[in-house]
Structure formats: structure tokens, C-alpha cells
């Protein structure tokens, strides 16, 4: 039997599959607006980016020691306003798909 799965914060270890799963996406289309894949620097510019303490973590979710999924929120809009706004986004690997760890992401995300 399978471990359970484990959400928890990305460290700078993880980027190199965060990169892979994100450019899956890329390349399948429809859920992200980049076009070409990202390069490992671009992830971890994107990764130093989020502050966990300010309300932006990027978590991983992994099993048996693998990282399947990852997501992020993000802020959304840099104004006054939006301080209290912020998009949500996750990423599943693809061979890990239909198994309902998108879902887990979400529900820990919020």
C-alpha cells in the first residue's frame, strides 16, 4: 500500500521537480498562460518570490518521498485594494492525475 500523501512547504530542493511538473503543464496546454517551458533559474526567481509568513506559500505535496504536485498563492495585484486578494494555482504531475491530489492541494492552500 501507498503512504499517505504529505503537503508541506517547498524548499529550494524541490524546484527541480516543481520546474518539471510546471513545464508539463506548459507543454499540455490550457492551464497556465506561459507558452514555452521555464528554466530552473525562472522557478526559483518565481519561488524567492513568494513569502510564506505574508500569506504566499508554495507547498509540494509528496508520497513515498517523490514530489507530485505543487501550488502557490500568489499575489494578485500589486494596489491597496487587493492586499486581502490572491490567485491560487496548482500543478499535478501528469502520471499522478485523476487520483484527487489536486484537490488535496486546494483544500490545504485555503
Not at 51 to 65: A, S
Not at 75 to 100: I, N
Amino acid at each position: 500500500m501507498s503512504a499517505t500523501p504529505r503537503i508541506r512547504l517547498c524548499r529550494r530542493g524541490d524546484l527541480e521537480a516543481v520546474t518539471a511538473i510546471y513545464n508539463q503543464a506548459v507543454m499540455d496546454g490550457g492551464s497556465t498562460a506561459d507558452t514555452a517551458p521555464v528554466s530552473l533559474d525562472q522557478r526559483l526567481q518565481w519561488w524567492l518570490g513568494h513569502e510564506p509568513d505574508q500569506g504566499h506559500p508554495v507547498l509540494v505535496l509528496e508520497q513515498e518521498g517523490k514530489v507530485l504536485a505543487f501550488g502557490s498563492l500568489s499575489a494578485y495585484y500589486d494596489r491597496p485594494g487587493y492586499q486581502e486578494t490572491c490567485e491560487l494555482g496548482y500543478y499535478v504531475d501528469r502520471d499522478s492525475r485523476g487520483r484527487g491530489l489536486g484537490a488535496l492541494m486546494v483544500h490545504s492552500l485555503l
